[in-house]
């Protein structure tokens, strides 16, 4: 459900410069019905495999219109906490939404901090990860989704019509006009 006090949370921290990533949740329900949320913050949205390159939604993430990203989210290996060469498997927005923070510090450096105020920071941040993400790839992503998945490393523009509106494309790479 929605609760006021973590909304205003994710809205106070962005507001003070800090870039908020938020798990979209797991219930495969609208996302708008879930905190916490803020239009400020990134909201990610978990996706799965697919043999055909039209990678959908996992079974339980949620979708709609208050996802801004996609990004991998089932079967994820990484390393576990119960031996020094041990790993673990694991599924879900909160996975995705660990990509997507790792995407997003990939761009902290290149956004000059004396030059932006906190929150034109943060927002300068989300504005860098939703340019650069691959568009109009995915599959199944539940109505009303943003058809985004984080991209962090191949040019994915070879003209304007593959960026987004207010985005030109500019030696391979999305950049707001």
């Known amino acids: 459900g929605r609760s006021d006090a973590l909304d205003k949370a994710v809205k ?3 507001d003070v410069g800090y870039t908020v990533v938020i798990a979209a949740g797991d219930h ?19 996706l799965r495999d697919d043999e055909n ?10 979708y709609g219109e208050c996802i801004d990203i996609w990004a991998p989210g089932e079967d994820i290996t990484g390393a576990s906490n119960q031996g020094e060469y041990e790993s673990v498997s694991k599924s879900g927005t909160s996975v995705a939404a660990a990509f997507v923070a790792g995407v997003a510090s990939l761009y902290f450096e290149s956004v000059n901090t004396d030059l932006h105020d906190a929150p034109t920071f943060s927002a ?26 984080a ?3 191949a040019s994915r523009c070879s003209s304007n019509s593959n960026c987004g509106p207010g985005v030109k494309c500019l030696d391979g790479v999305c950049i707001s006009k």
């Open 12 to 14: 106070d921290m962005t």
């Open 28 to 46: 495969d329900d609208n996302a708008c019905f879930y905190s916490p949320y803020d239009p400020s913050a990134i909201t990610v949205g978990a």
């Open 53 to 62: 390159g039209f990678n959908p939604k996992t079974s339980s993430s949620n």
């Open 124 to 149: 300068i941040v989300k504005e860098k990860v939703i340019n650069q993400a691959e568009r109009d790839n995915l599959g199944d992503i539940g109505y009303g989704s943003a058809n985004l998945m």
């Open 151 to 153: 991209q962090t490393t």
